[in-house]
Every structure is written in C-alpha cells, then in structure tokens.
C-alpha cells in the first residue's frame, strides 16, 4: 500500500505536467498578449445546413471537436449558400482572434471572404472587418485566423463568401484576451 501511495505524486505531477503541454495556446509569434479559449453560449444561422449535413445541428460548430477530411464526417455544410451565423458569448467579452476551421472542396481559394459584425445587444450590429486571402489545400481541414486586435463584444454575426462548391466548417473558436 505504502508504495503504491509513493507513485501517486509522481503520476500525478506527469499528467498534470502532460496535460499543460498538450492544451490549446493561442501563442503568436509577435504577439504579446495572453489568450484564453471563450466559450460559446449559443450558435444560430440564416440558412440552415444543407446536404447531409441538414442531420447535423450549427452546434456542432461549437462542440470542440474537429471533423476528419473529406466530405463523410461530422463538417457542417451550406451547398451552394452563404449563411449568416451568428455566436452568442453569454456576456461582453474582448476577443482578440477568431478560429474557423474550414474544408475547400472544388478550389483552392473556396472561401473568398469572411464579414464579421459585432453587437452588445444583439439587435444591432456594426460592421467590424471583412477578411480574404484564404487559399488552402482542397480536401483538408484547416484554420482561418481572423485577427481582431481586441473588439468588446457580446454577439458577433460572421457572414461568409464562397466561389465554388459552398462552405465546410467544423468549428469555430473565440479567443478572448487575459488580462
């Protein structure tokens, strides 16, 4: 009994040591600010998903957890439609950086613009920032980075732009900034 106790603390100090290391950071080189993960208290679109992904719910874009590549997984999916999804963070937060992880389908270049609007209410949005310049390899998941410096908000509203098949996502994240 005695030493199975000695090994307690040493286990205990590994995986806790393990598990500090595997966590998600938000470390940018350049980038002194600290980051935290923000949860997302509710998702809603305009256009609900389409295809096999109509099965699927928008929550899933706030699950954490990533899809696998290629088309059969767990990807939320608007073919041929451009949503409005819109994220409720529960309460102001300052956001530094937005996540989306995305899948290109038919090109490279599938997801050609991102619209972000924020609003403290939730009625009325402002417009933030439009981002493009998103080329990836077809066929694999990856992350767009919307860089936001530091914007208080409690709702945002994302608008994407594709050219060519439509959208793919598989989550989205919202990284507050510590203080």
């Known amino acids: 009994m005695k030493r199975n106790l000695f090994y307690l603390p040493v286990f205990l100090s590994v995986f806790f040591s393990c598990t500090l290391v595997l966590s998600q950071s938000r470390a940018r080189d350049g980038d002194s600010k600290k980051y935290r993960l923000s949860p997302i208290v509710k998702v809603s679109t305009s256009k609900n998903p389409t295809m096999d992904a109509g099965r699927l719910n928008v929550t899933l874009l706030m699950d954490g957890k990533l899809p696998e590549d ?97 959208h793919l996502w598989g989550e989205v994240e919202f990284w507050e900034i510590a203080n």
Do not use: C
């Open 70 to 166: 290629g088309w059969r997984s767990t990807w939320t999916a608007w073919f041929k439609v451009n949503p409005v999804v819109t994220f409720d963070l529960g309460e102001e937060k300052r956001i530094g950086v937005i996540r989306i992880y995305f899948q290109a389908t038919d090109r490279a270049d599938e997801l050609a613009e991102i619209k972000v609007e924020v609003s403290k209410d939730g009625k009325q949005f402002l417009d933030f920032n439009e981002y493009d310049g998103f080329i990836t390899e077809k066929g694999k998941g990856v992350w767009a980075e919307l860089d936001l410096r530091a914007v208080n908000a409690r709702y945002f509203r994302i608008s994407p732009q594709f050219q060519g098949w439509g």
